[in-house]
């Protein structure tokens, strides 16, 4: 292929005055995208007197300083329920990883009542339960204020099995096929031919659930009532959103120096907050460009 | 979804009886036990919860569970009788069309437009720039919100620089459903592309050349080529979100309905969770939950069978 532009020799050049058009709208849509994230870093490194200049806004940070950060991590708040989170993530995107890919290779397979169970996965996408059902039958499994509350009644999520058992489709038959006639079982086939195999659609579905972990917080509002317990996105709500002072957060100054504006500690938490998200973007960018899942969604 | 279900199994050609049972279990329990923790999954927390609902029709007592006194359609009466679960239909419904209206021929013309693109290096520069919103969570997205259209906000202070009232756009009743659907657009717009995207891909190139050698003009092409292209992906998706017009976002709106109150900020969703988990009435809240999910299967069946009249495949064949 040429190295950047694919213009086909039928195609007309675009007009000066279209081609103008579309790079200002596309430049203010980049604004428009990366803007709120500049103001969001550039706040959490601001000084009291940036932020006093600049009547609460600020976008060039005159005198930056770090110790928005030091405050949050200093209080045992916010540090704790980076651990909560991150713990949720792992054991959440494991446990997702493993029972969709069980149930979405079984469904992909010649298997007793297949008919019916796919029928069991399918319409389970039609029919989401609501927040009420969904809360009592939490309480009455006794899961109420437990860690496994915010993963085992989210644990599968009907696109990603779909995505996954049609992945699973189109591996050839015969290749499965040999492997049975050379007397391997399903469970070997899976392990040593199809897992190998899959490694960019497990990536992809782990990246997607990870993210999803990372992110929820309705769960953790509907069930945990002790506060101690709480994700990072749960005191983010609580602290920046809804404005209530974070226990054991104080303001820490440097010696000599004016401690930070809430402001800048509130958004250090935002910034903190979205770090793990753009550390993984450039990862699910790759599969996306390689359109793993564009293919999975016509399907 | 209708996908031919082609078995791989090697069969011998001679017939024989089909293998009992018995036979089937000792042969397939391996594949059946991977299966398990999924099956159980879907019967513990989506189909129960879907039988859960018959408390709608009790005096539903938390000492009695699920086996409370039936008292026929009581929760649904005293339901409508409420002036407040009407507003929260209504506050669904119009920013549910609001976000429909004005989000969804957004992610069509940006496609349209990435896809005009002739340098894929700059292509997908922006592409990834604009995904990356529907990957951050609805907390930290509204905390950006506030941070440029709040009190110390962008907003805010440009209108202060100039001598106008600060408008303090995330706090007022009156601004709220455009702040929703502005979100809405900002976070999904970019990620709603993708599946366009693939679409517009899908066309067959030639067809363009051929157009093209024949005369016709760039407007022409998009008219009759690349606009029924994705005319069938598009009558999909207006229809998955048809059957959404209840649910106007719950996350989001959950996240902002305390800054402006009830009034301008309750929608469904938000209503069924503060009646039931906040205020403890769990039939009522159910009912109201209930309502939700019929009536969204009956649009989404409906839009089906619609998109079929018109000759489109849609989402259920």
Do not use: C
Not at chain 2, 105 to 116: E, T
Not at chain 2, 203 to 225: M, N
């Amino acid at each position: 292929m040429s190295s950047r532009t694919a213009r086909p020799p039928w195609m007309e050049r675009p007009s000066p005055a279209y081609t103008t058009a579309r790079v200002f709208v596309f430049g203010m849509i980049l604004i428009a995208v990366l803007y709120p994230f500049v103001s969001v870093l550039s706040t959490s490194l601001a000084s009291q007197q940036d932020v006093d200049e600049g009547g609460g806004m600020v976008l060039v940070p005159l005198h930056p300083s770090i110790e928005a950060y030091t405050s949050i991590f200093q209080g045992g708040v916010v540090s704790r329920a980076i651990m909560v989170s991150i713990g949720i993530t792992l054991i959440g995107t494991l446990l997702s990883l493993a029972v969709t890919t069980g149930l979405a290779y079984g469904l992909s397979r010649p298997v007793l009542w297949r008919k019916q169970l796919l029928m069991l996965a399918l319409l389970s996408l039609l029919f989401q339960p609501g927040i009420i059902p969904s809360y009592l039958v939490v309480k009455q499994l006794g899961l109420l204020n437990s860690y496994a509350s915010l993963i085992l009644p989210v644990m599968l999520n009907g696109f990603n099995l779909v995505v996954m058992r049609q992945f699973f489709m189109e591996i050839p038959h015969e290749l499965i096929d040999s492997a049975r006639i050379d007397g391997a079982g399903e469970l070997r086939i899976l392990l040593q031919l199809v897992l190998p195999l899959s490694g960019a659609i497990l990536a992809v579905i782990a990246l997607l659930y990870a993210v999803f972990y990372w992110n929820a917080f309705f769960q953790a509002l509907l069930y945990l009532q002790d506060s101690s317990m709480w994700p990072l996105q749960l005191v983010l709500r609580q602290y920046v959103i809804q404005g209530s002072p974070l226990p054991g957060v104080t303001a820490y100054a440097a010696p000599g120096g004016s401690p930070p504006p809430t402001q800048s500690i509130q958004m250090a938490v935002v910034v903190v907050a979205t770090i793990p998200i753009l550390v993984v973007y450039p990862f699910l960018q790759k599969y996306f460009s390689k359109g793993v899942l564009t293919g999975a969604i016509k399907g | 979804m209708s996908r031919a279900i082609t078995f791989s199994r090697a069969r011998p050609l001679a017939a024989r009886a089909e293998p009992s049972l018995i036979q089937r279990l000792k042969r397939d329990w391996v594949l059946l036990a991977l299966m398990a923790p999924g099956l159980a999954f879907l019967v513990i927390f989506v189909y129960l919860p879907n039988l859960g609902n018959v408390i709608a029709f009790q005096a539903y007592l938390p000492f009695l569970g699920f086996s409370s006194p039936f008292v026929g359609f009581e929760n649904f009466r005293q339901l409508f009788a409420a002036p407040a679960f009407w507003s929260a239909v209504s506050n669904t419904v119009v920013i549910s069309a609001m976000q429909l209206i004005l989000y969804f021929p957004v992610p069509v013309i940006l496609a349209l437009m990435l896809s005009g693109l002739v340098n894929n290096n700059v292509r997908r520069i922006i592409q990834s720039i604009v995904y990356l919103p529907h990957f951050i969570s609805w907390v930290i997205i509204v905390a950006l919100f506030q941070q440029i259209f709040g009190g110390a906000g962008l907003v805010d202070h440009f209108a202060r620089a100039i001598g106008l009232p600060a408008p303090s756009i995330t706090n007022s009743p009156e601004w709220f459903k455009w702040l929703m659907t502005v979100q809405v657009i900002w976070k999904e717009a970019g990620w709603g592309t993708i599946i366009y995207l693939a679409a517009l891909l899908a066309i067959d190139a030639d067809l363009y050349e051929a157009a093209a050698v024949d005369g016709a003009t760039a407007l022409r092409r998009l008219w009759h080529i690349t606009l029924p292209g994705i005319l069938g992906v598009t009558v999909l998706l207006l229809i998955l979100r048809l059957g959404n017009i209840l649910s106007a976002g719950f996350e989001q709106i959950l996240l902002q309905r305390n800054a402006v109150g009830p009034q301008a900020g309750e929608i469904l969703d938000t209503y069924v969770y503060f009646q039931g988990i906040s205020a403890g009435q769990y039939a009522m809240a159910a009912a109201a939950g209930l309502i939700k999910a019929v009536v969204g299967l009956a649009l989404i069946l409906g839009a089906n069978k619609l998109a079929h009249r018109l000759g489109q495949p849609g989402l259920i064949s």
